[in-house]
């Protein structure tokens, strides 16, 4: 599978993070003349994983985008792009089927309240197509505090940042939860595939072969790995990273996020890398028939 890597400006900000920023300044942008090759190997040599990409096949094509940095404005553009890549308009809950555009999930629906609901996670299941399973008891929906409440640690209320105001997302008693898709409207009737998906997470420590935390898988409607590769990482508490990929077609079923190497609960730091997720954005579902 040929793998090409369109947007990865803010992992170069990554390293002039140390060399050119005191504490309490912003990274500026690097310059745009990197050559994509350069880009392409960077971004491989800090989100680098068993070398398992999924479809090792020749005459297929992934677009990949990725960022990592510690504030909103330095992933910013690489998930706007990644909006221009799925297509517009937002469908937002108009149901389906609908031949282009695209859905988010941003988790801000309940405001400032803490939403917990045990597995499936059926909320999103008829207005934007999207099922959401665990291997532990359920899944919660919560602002900072409401995060430091429900897995009873007082530092997740400073150590984690919101993509977009106000609520983060994660499984509760895992670190790992798979989405499925359906056509919007279908209330879960009929199954369906996109053509990209992507997600922000929020401090993603580690890094590199052996140690790296972060994961996004990749499956098709047989079950078969189309894809994997490991999320940017930055240290340092609250940073945000961004992954996600396009196919030239609707090919996704069904994907799986590690998010971090330990279910949130214990303090993060040490060899834990505790990972909480905010925005999820995919292709417009399309009927798998």
């Known amino acids: 599978m040929k793998t090409v890597v369109k947007h990865s400006l803010a992992l170069l900000t990554i390293a002039g993070l140390f060399t050119a920023c005191s504490d309490d300044q912003t990274p500026t942008q690097p310059p745009v003349t990197e050559s994509a090759q350069a880009l392409q190997a960077y971004a491989q040599g800090n989100t680098s994983d068993d070398g398992d990409d999924g479809d090792d096949g020749d005459d297929e094509e992934v677009v990949v985008f990725q960022a990592a940095g510690p504030t909103v404005a330095s992933i910013q553009g690489t998930v706007d792009a990644y909006r221009a890549a799925l297509g517009d308009p937002n469908n937002g809950i108009a149901p389906g089927p609908l031949a282009s555009g695209r859905r988010e999930i941003n988790w801000d629906?309940?405001?400032s309240a803490t939403t917990i609901t045990g597995t499936p996670l059926t909320n999103f299941l008829n207005a934007r197509g999207a099922l959401f399973?665990?291997?532990?008891?359920?899944?919660?929906q919560a602002p900072l505090s409401g995060l430091a409440d429900t897995f009873h640690n007082p530092t997740y209320e400073s150590i984690f940042q919101p993509f977009s105001p106000q609520r983060l997302f994660s499984a509760i008693d895992s670190n790992v939860h798979e989405t499925q898709f359906f056509v919007p409207g279908s209330n879960g009737g009929t199954p369906a595939t996109v053509r990209g998906f992507g997600a922000v997470f929020t401090d993603v420590d580690k890094r590199g072969k052996g140690n790296a935390s972060t994961r996004i898988e990749y499956f098709d409607a047989d079950g078969d790995l189309l894809f994997s590769r490991f999320v940017p990482a930055l240290r340092g508490d609250g940073s945000l990273s961004f992954f996600g990929i396009v196919f030239?077609?609707?090919r996704i079923f069904r994907v799986r996020i590690t998010s971090g190497n330990v279910a949130p609960g214990p303090d993060d730091g040490g060899r834990r890398d505790v990972v909480m997720m905010d925005d999820f954005l995919y292709g417009e579902p399309q009927a798998t028939f």
């Open 109 to 111: 629906g309940g405001g």
């Open 248 to 250: 030239d077609d609707a």
């Open 133 to 140: 399973t665990t291997t532990g008891t359920g899944f919660v």
